[in-house]
């Protein structure tokens, strides 16, 4: 599947980026199973602690929205290409630990698995 439409998502999400701290400004885009989109932006807060990366805010407007299945997620930060961190990983993770993750910068982009991003994640069993 072409995921360009979801990193053109995720690059015009990046206009919306407050980073005032770190001058790293990232967009995010969210594919649902049912094919909506919902995109992000990373928000800074001088208590860095309160800071919020744009794939989370993708995840927590969608599932605040009604949708839990993920397919894909874009993620756009400008010249190079960048991995989501590891909390987001572990987000994206509590809902579908396949889950595609497109990382791009200008005129290139690299696919892979969650699993590849994330070989250990925290899985909890009571």
């Not at 980073?19 to 094919?35: D, I, M, N």
């Not at 860095?48 to 874009?74: H, P």
Request: proline share 5%; with cysteine; aromatic share 12%.
């Amino acid at each position: 599947m072409d995921y360009k439409f979801l990193l053109d998502r995720a690059k015009e999400a990046r206009k919306q980026a407050y980073a005032p701290y770190s001058q790293f400004k990232v967009g995010a885009a969210l594919l649902t199973r049912e094919k909506e989109v919902f995109t992000g932006c990373n928000i800074e807060n001088s208590s860095y602690s309160a800071t919020i990366c744009a794939e989370r805010v993708c995840v927590f407007n969608a599932v605040s929205q009604g949708f839990k299945e993920f397919t894909a997620l874009a993620i756009y930060v400008g010249s190079k290409i960048a991995a989501p961190c590891g909390e987001c990983l572990q987000v994206l993770f509590e809902f579908n630990g396949n889950i595609l993750i497109i990382m791009g910068g200008e005129g290139k982009y690299l696919e892979k698995p969650l699993s590849q991003l994330l070989p250990c994640p925290f899985k909890f069993s009571p």
